[in-house]
């Protein structure tokens, strides 16, 4: 049974794009092996991650990030099951906030999505992949 789970986090430390890459690259390379599908928002001090695959994978890789000590304060946004994949083709995905094109009217610096229900930051996601903003790093 495959699911979709969506989850907020705050880093420990500041975030540099070394860090992000560093994350990215190991995982991609299980999520590969592993059939998990995503996008990893980064932006203003949050991570904002989407996992997709089979649901006893992504309980223990959820279980496995949530003890990483790189981030903070995780909230469950979302998990539902799902017929299909929202992110095929991404082993994960990366969305920089701060770097939202203006003219997508995405308007990130003032999205807290610490203070707004996860349907809401779901559909800023779909903007977002709308907007073509998702790009995957060069790592696979
Ligand atoms: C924000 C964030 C997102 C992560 N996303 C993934 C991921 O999609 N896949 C993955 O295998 N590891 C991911 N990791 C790394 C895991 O937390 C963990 O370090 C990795 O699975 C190795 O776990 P282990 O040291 O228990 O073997 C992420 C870490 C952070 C901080």
Known sequence: MLIRLIYLSRLVGSQSPELTDSILCKAQA????????????????????????????????????????????????HCESIAERRYRGWSMARVRLSDVDPETKIVWPEFDPYSVSGALVMARIDELVAAGQPVQAAST
Request: charged share 25%; aromatic share 6%; proline share 2%.
């Open 30 to 77: 299980w999520n590969t092996q592993n059939d998990i599908t995503g996008m990893l928002c980064e932006g203003q001090g949050v991570y904002l991650q989407a996992l997709e695959g089979e649901r006893n994978i992504v309980t223990s890789l959820y279980a496995r990030i949530h003890a990483d000590p790189r981030h903070k304060d995780l909230e469950l946004l």
